[in-house]
């Protein structure tokens, strides 16, 4: 593959959108990509207290049209590393703070299209402090017990995929 030609067609606040020409197996094809304005990287954490609990954020989503049960995530901002913009999003989001941090795997949400990776950590030995959101932020803070978490997605009341994803390799490679 061979990038022949690179414009920026939109610059947002949030995203940035480029028209690429490429040459892919002696073919020329054009590919429209979005970036994060910024970054290419959000971290998600999938935290769970010593009994068991889910510690879930439900927000609404504007792009979705609609409020969505999520794990706590955000973008890594420059100079940022996936891990430090998870513990800071972690405290934003839903006050807590945790000792034990494990990264579980990165992935492409929707890489036909979004560069964005996801890093995805089990954030445990949660602390209960004080939430910190952003302005725009209108977050309540669910604490579910991990089973119940499960059923949510089973039965279509969790939709939104780093959640579903960060809940079933749990549950199937942690045996949470």
């Not at 590919?31 to 990287?41: D, T």
Request: some cysteine.
């Amino acid at each position: 593959m061979r990038v022949l030609k690179s414009e920026t067609v939109y610059k947002g606040v949030r995203v940035v959108v480029k028209r690429d020409e490429v040459e892919i197996g002696g073919r020329r094809v054009v590919r429209e990509v979005v970036n994060l304005a910024g970054a290419s990287q959000a971290a998600a954490a999938l935290p769970i207290t010593h009994d068991r609990k889910v510690i879930l954020v439900k927000q609404f989503r504007y792009p979705a049209g609609e409020n969505l049960i999520e794990i706590p995530a955000g973008v890594v901002e420059e100079g940022e590393t996936p891990l430090e913009c998870m513990k800071r999003e972690l405290l934003e989001e839903t006050g807590y703070t945790a000792a034990d941090w494990q990264e579980l795997f990165a992935f492409f949400p929707s890489p036909g299209v979004v560069s964005e990776r996801i890093h995805v950590f089990l954030a445990r030995s949660l602390v209960k402090k004080e939430a910190h959101p952003e302005e725009d932020e209108k977050i309540t803070v669910l604490e579910v017990p991990f089973d119940e978490a499960l059923r949510m997605v089973r039965y279509g009341e969790i939709h939104d995929a780093k959640t579903m994803t960060a809940l079933l390799y749990a549950h199937h490679f942690l045996n949470l």
